[in-house]
């Protein structure tokens, strides 16, 4: 292997080889469009892409593609070929600056919403010059936008674009205010912490329901899961590490800056988290680490699962954004400095931040919901579905002490003291951290620990944005027409955290007191993606993305309808798998087994033995059961059946929610418990124990 500052990069058109191939010209008018949005000349997008072309091909590349990301979550690409034919029955490699710049998919197979009719069916990629293009698999990759022919937004990438633009433009005005005029840019940056599972791929290929939906839909618990918490950065098995190994490396070729993996606390479930870098490039590189870790598990025998739950009663999957602002020139706005209680500037981004999630709980509960999390949010090893913001002592202290209107002396710095002479001193953090909370401030960054491990970041990022844009939007207004501004700014960090001080929570998510204190408080608690989803179009959501030009009406109702039919077409993909299931291989099993036990006993009669106990128990047990199936079963397909009748979309989706998913979990429950009765040569699938603890 190349040492690794060789390797990283490689295989990305990136600063370093533009400023290395393009003309000094060239180069300097593509950096000013990547850095100001400025627009860009055809004779420089040919000069770009020729140049581009010969360093792909020299990389062994054959083709090209528009990597975009529609809204079904995932990234699509249509490969082309560089081959051009010259006239004498041979072909010359060539690649235009009109092909790089644009693209041309079919739009009508995506989810639109209703933007767009099936046979309106043009649509467009187009460059996104703030994301560096990359090779991956023989193939030039050039991150785009899409949009439709009428200019709607039919991706993530184009409102994350548009978001991290809006808190640009508010950020730069309230720094002016404090006299900060060399900052041309305020940048939204993002280190997204990347949960998943590792199973045994010939496991996984014996899982209908793991193929068909990502989870597990039957599974009685095993006799050990992850009760004892040593899988919990414990050492990792060597296929594992084989994997991750392979994995650090591809990542690193593609610029991602691959930093810590380790063992999670359920058994075959791991983590792997990167550098902070951009939003927009956050965002890119995690669709790319999530393509590669299902790509990479195979070549090594496993299946990589994403799924926020796919299995009951261990841990879920998260992904934790790390969400912070900066600008270009190198601060970090949110870092408090050796004494926050005198640092205005941060006090007031902090504020910011505290009020923006508290007026917008709603559509950032919204931004992580879908029928996946669902089985992951308050379920005992992720935040609650209540938004809450997690401070720490001091930082709550400080705010405490302004708003009373007292002096804040601070704390003196401590050492640890460990009570072992021989091992080194070090400073001890001014506060604990919170993993119970869903917005926990971490530092120098809030850390938003609601978002499912399958997710594309854009959704929730697009939300953070747009709200604190709002809220700096606010600010800035009200401090530009000061007349005493160090006077009227302490008066607005005071007053905003006493009429926001609500959100603020740093005890224990996960109890039941805080359920009730929530409640008191008037905190919204959206426990599934039914309930949450209306408040994406509510009229405050509405006004707040088209204030800040992210979303327009149409684009916002469009992505409403999207989530809500995906929610309800995969409840159906489960039912249908679990009916699959259930009448395919666990109701023959059962007859099998007890079909063995008739027998058993008819022989047992025969030779003279009477005591049959057992059998008959266990005959008596199994077909109570068998029946209880077949009941379970046949209202799950008669609620299937009335899934067809026609409704609005919020009335199919509570349907599916109260009638099929309700179906569903009866059946489970029994299908669970007919797995411990029934001998293990019959029963048709592995089961956890031999998923979980199959990597060895």
């Not at 693209?103 to 043009?122: I, K």
């Not at 926020?308 to 900066?326: D, L, M, R, T, Y």
């Not at 000061?482 to 700014?489: E, G, I, P, Y």
């Not at 009335?642 to 309700?662: C, G, H, M, V, W």
């Amino acid at each position: 292997m190349k040492k690794i500052p060789e390797l990283f990069g490689s295989m990305v058109f990136n600063n370093e080889v533009m400023k290395a191939r393009l003309p000094k010209e060239i180069y300097k008018a593509l950096k000013k469009t990547m850095s100001q949005g400025t627009h860009l000349e055809l004779d420089v997008a040919n000069a770009v892409a020729a140049s581009m072309k010969d360093w792909a091909v020299e990389k062994g590349a054959t083709h090209f593609t528009h990597w975009f990301q529609p809204m079904t979550g995932t990234t699509a690409e249509k490969h082309d070929s560089f081959i051009s034919p010259s006239g004498d029955g041979k072909v010359i490699m060539e690649f235009s600056g009109a092909e790089l710049i644009r693209g041309e998919p079919d739009a009508s197979s995506f989810p639109s919403g209703g933007l767009r009719a099936t046979f309106e069916a043009r649509g467009y990629t187009v460059w996104d010059t703030t994301s560096y293009a990359f090779i991956k698999d023989g193939t030039l990759c050039i991150p785009t936008a899409f949009c439709s022919y009428s200019g709607e937004a039919l991706d993530k990438k184009t409102p994350l674009l548009r978001s991290m633009e809006a808190v640009d433009k508010q950020a730069l005005r309230v720094l002016k205010l404090f006299g900060n005029t060399s900052a041309q840019r305020v940048i939204a940056e993002v280190g997204p912490e990347q949960e998943y599972f590792l199973i045994d791929k010939e496991m996984f290929l014996l899982r209908p329901d793991l193929i068909y939906t990502g989870r597990t839909l039957f599974g009685a618990r095993p006799p050990k899961g992850q009760e004892l918490e040593d899988h919990y950065f414990g050492a990792i098995k060597p296929r594992v590490s084989a994997f991750m190994k392979e994995l650090d490396e591809e990542l690193w070729k593609l610029g991602v800056c691959a930093k810590t993996k380790h063992n999670e606390v359920a058994p075959a479930q791991h983590e792997l988290a990167p550098i902070f870098t951009t939003t927009n490039i956050a965002t890119d590189h995690n669709q790319l680490m999530m393509e590669l870790m299902k790509s990479i598990a195979n070549k090594h025998g496993l299946a990589c699962l994403l799924h926020e739950k796919p299995f009951a009663g261990v841990n879920g999957s998260g992904k934790h954004n790390n969400w912070s602002i900066s600008t270009d020139t190198g601060i970090n706005l949110l870092k408090p400095g050796k004494t926050p209680h005198d640092n205005a500037q941060f006090l007031l981004f902090l504020v910011a931040v505290i009020k923006a999630v508290d007026e917008y709980q709603d559509v950032l509960r919204v931004s992580t919901a879908s029928a996946g999390n669902d089985h992951r949010l308050g379920a005992n090893e992720a935040p609650p579905a209540i938004v809450s913001v997690f401070l720490g002592e001091e930082l709550t202290e400080i705010l405490d002490s302004i708003e009373a209107g007292t002096n804040y002396q601070g704390k003196e710095k401590r050492h640890m003291e460990i009570g072992v002479t021989a091992l080194p001193h070090f400073p001890k953090d001014s506060t604990d951290r919170n993993r119970t909370s869903p917005f926990a401030f971490t530092g120098n960054k809030f850390e938003f620990r609601m978002i499912g491990s399958s997710f594309s970041i854009a959704g929730p990022n697009i939300v953070l944005n747009t709200v604190i844009a709002e809220v700096l939007r606010q600010f800035a207004d009200r401090l530009e027409k000061a007349k005493d501004f160090n006077s009227d700014l302490a008066e607005l960090i005071k007053s905003t955290y006493h009429e926001h001080k609500r959100i603020i929570f740093n005890g224990n998510n996960y109890s039941d007191e805080w359920l009730a204190e929530a409640q008191k408080r008037g905190l919204s608690n959206y426990k599934t993606t039914v309930e949450a989803l209306p408040e994406f179009i509510s009229p405050k959501s509405i006004e707040l993305f088209t204030k800040h030009h992210v979303f327009t009406e149409a684009e916002l109702r469009s992505r409403y309808e999207i989530l809500m039919e995906a929610y309800c077409k995969t409840i159906h993909i489960e039912a249908l798998t679990m009916v699959d299931m259930v009448k395919g291989e666990i109701m023959p099993a059962c007859i099998d087994y007890q079909n063995d036990l008739m027998k058993l006993l008819q022989r047992k009669k025969a030779l003279g033995y009477y005591d049959s106990s057992l059998e008959e128990h266990l005959v008596g047990n199994i077909s109570k059961l068998t029946a209880c199936m077949l009941k379970n079963l046949s209202t799950l397909e008669k609620a299937l059946l009335d899934s067809k009748e026609e409704r609005k979309i919020l009335a199919q989706a509570q349907f599916y929610r109260n009638s099929i998913y309700t179906a569903m979990s009866e059946l489970r429950l029994v299908v669970d418990e007919l797995e411990t009765l029934v001998a293990r040569k019959h029963w048709p699938f592995p089961v956890y124990g031999e998923i979980l603890f199959s990597v060895i």
